[in-house]
């Protein structure tokens, strides 16, 4: 596509890559141009979590069996 005809319709296009994830090209004085959808990974939408709020040092040495209850079996 020229330059000159996606100057026209330049937020058609825009929208069109938007619905169809299609990328445009663009040529302009010899170099090609592309419009591309960028999606983030799942790994870039995950909400950030914090691992543990305390101490570390905290949880050394507790009796889980105890925490947990009696009624959580253990597999092997």
Do not use: C, H
């Not at 990974?41 to 105890?66: A, N, Y």
């Amino acid at each position: 596509m020229k330059i000159t005809a996606s100057r026209k319709n330049i937020y058609q296009i825009l929208d069109e890559v938007i619905a169809t994830g299609t990328p445009v090209e663009i040529v302009r004085k010899g170099t090609v141009l592309r419009i591309v959808l960028e999606r983030p990974s799942k790994l870039d939408r995950l909400k950030k979590r914090t691992g543990f709020d305390g101490d570390p040092d905290e949880i050394i040495g507790v009796d889980w069996m105890r925490e947990w209850g009696s009624n959580v079996r253990l597999v092997s």
